[in-house]
Antibody, heavy 121, light 107 residues
Framework: QVQLVQSGPDVKKPGASVKVSCRAS????????LSWIRQAPGQGLEWLGW????????SYVQKVQGRIAMTTDTTTSTAYMELRSLRSDDTAVYYC??????????????WGQGSLVIVSS | AIQLTQSPSSLSASLGDRVTITCRAS??????LAWYQQKSGESPKLLIS???SLERGVPSRFSGSGSGTDFTLTISSLQPEDFATYYC?????????FGGGTKVEIK
């Protein structure tokens, strides 16, 4: 079965960087785009962007453009999301999610368990 | 960016009730809409894609309808495991966006 297993919680100071990992199993990793989505405490869902493991094409939401980098390692079927210059409002649970079909159906059919990132001085 | 407005933001209902949640898009998104269920402390789960296509394994009491700008998620007979927060998401255009959520609570 499809599984996305994410890295554990992290606490960072403002201005620092964080890198969250997402290890995929149960499917052909390069065939599906992966997205990163975050959820601030008690808030809704915010899409951050996506990456195609096939060709490493990325697209990021404007709000975090310039501070975010999504990468993949196809040898380990792992995706990474790095967020730099962290601010307190970056405190959230970060999810990786598999995209059904980037062209025909960019919805998310499998999700990681989430990685809590706390930004605090 | 396309905005999605869900209503109500929360509701209280009893077991067996019929529950309807609406999602309105700020522009025409055809049928490019998905619905998710998120239980407390868990990751979201995809229920419906393309406005009305039920995902495999999702109970048939869930249904979706709509096109253009107005969409609904209906739970025909509320069960104990349905108490959760529900989100709509549009995939018509970048950036992908979510509605603000509807929390379904026990009356």
């Amino acid at each position: 079965q499809v599984q996305l297993v994410q890295s554990g919680p992290d606490v960072k100071k403002p201005g620092a960087s964080v890198k969250v990992s997402c290890r995929a199993s149960g499917y052909n990793f390069v065939r599906y785009t992966l997205s990163w989505i975050r959820q601030a405490p008690g808030q809704g869902l915010e899409w951050l962007g996506w990456i195609s493991p096939f060709n490493n094409n990325t697209s990021y939401v404007q709000k975090v453009q310039g501070r975010i980098a999504m990468t993949t390692d196809t040898t380990t079927s792992t995706a990474y999301m790095e967020l730099r210059s962290l601010r307190s409002d970056d405190t959230a649970v970060y999810y990786c999610a598999r995209v059904i079909d980037q062209v025909l159906a960019p919805a998310f059919d499998s999700w990681g368990q989430g990685s809590l990132v706390i930004v605090s001085s | 960016a396309i905005q999605l407005t869900q209503s109500p933001s929360s509701l209280s209902a009893s077991l067996g009730d019929r529950v309807t949640i609406t999602c309105r898009a700020s522009q025409d998104i055809r049928r490019d809409l998905a619905w998710y269920q998120q239980k407390s402390g868990e990751s979201p789960k995809l229920l419906i894609s393309h406005a009305s296509s039920l995902e495999r394994g999702v109970p048939s009491r869930f249904s979706g309808s709509g096109s253009g700008t107005d969409f609904t998620l209906t739970i025909s007979s509320l069960q104990p495991e349905d108490f959760a927060t529900y989100y709509c998401q549009q995939f018509n255009s970048d950036p992908l966006t979510f509605g603000g959520g509807t929390k379904v609570e026990i009356k």
